[in-house]
């Protein structure tokens, strides 16, 4: 309905210019430290970065999470980033698409096939909005937009923030044993930036999810977000709260350890740069995740901010392979690396 397009377009402006990552917040990357081969005896060209991911293949291990969908504005966003995933060969996401399953006359903000036919496409709908859909409703929405995988989204600390959202998240892993046995490995299992940690990841895992995208603590926080838009108590619980989460190198870290190699991680949340990128799929994610800089740069300048921005960001990812003297991710893994200061605390805990 109206007010969710209206949420939609709120969240939009804060997510462009307001203060939605506590400075405070950290993904706890700062901790982890590859280190310098100074023979790397290879050349740039030599690094192979291409993955497999939604049954394609890409040729940078980066996805560009689902942000957005439902008005105008939203569909501008959805076809820039689309459009430069098709061009780097990167998979990309819609935004939730909970707009359209209340509203088929918003359906085409979320249509990017004309301008990216053949990237690796997400579709996008919350937990508790699949309940209400079911399986076959869920699946038209993927089916609608031409989708490869259906994303489905976790943020029960963003929902206990936002006055409208949901106070009962009894159910959810009855509808995700539904959905995984129904998609199979085309189901993702997202959070939204307050992390997955290795007991909830364990048990997807058991209910048949190939997917995860941990989106840990440390960039954007829905729970920030939904506190700039409340008031009074609520804005104070969630001031309180705006610093909760599993951070984004800890979550990565132990979901890996705690699943099979098998098993798709992205690693989202606060992901900044190419380095931070190498430093995720080190850490034993196979894509890295970003959503929050890719926005931005096309909110202030459209198309080519943005492709100016993942250049610099594939371009610090090859450099970090170089650096460590890895031509692919497999052997970037292999390297030693130095984990230090709280991230070590966290890896002990988890
Ligand atoms: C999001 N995110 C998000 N996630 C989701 O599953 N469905 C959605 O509709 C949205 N909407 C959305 C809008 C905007 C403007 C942003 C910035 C983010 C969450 C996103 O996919 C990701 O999990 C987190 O934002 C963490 O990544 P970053 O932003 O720190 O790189």
Redesign the pocket.
Known sequence: DETTARRKDA??DL?ATGD??PAQNSTLLEHVHLIHCAMPEMAVEDVDLSTPFLGKRLQAPLLL?????GTERAGAVNRDLALLAERHGLAF?V??QRAMAEDSARAASYAVRDVAPTVALLG?I?LYQAIGLGVDGVRRLMDAIGADGM?L?L?AGQELTQPEGDRDFRGGYRVVEELARAFGDRLLV????CGIGPDVARRLVELGVRNV?V?GL???S?VRVEQLRAAGPQAQVGAEFSGWGIPTAAAIASVRKAVGPEVRLVA????RGGLESAKVLALGADLA?????L?RAQQQGGLPAAEEALKVILTGLRQALVLTGSRDVAQLRQRPRVVSGALKDWLAAL
């Open positions: 969240h939009l997510c939605v990552e999470t689902g942000m957005t969908g996401g935004g939730s996008n919350g994303a989204h943020n997202k959070e939204t930036g995208d989106s440390g960039g954007t829905w989202s949340g606060g992901v995740g970003m959503a929050l800089p926005f």
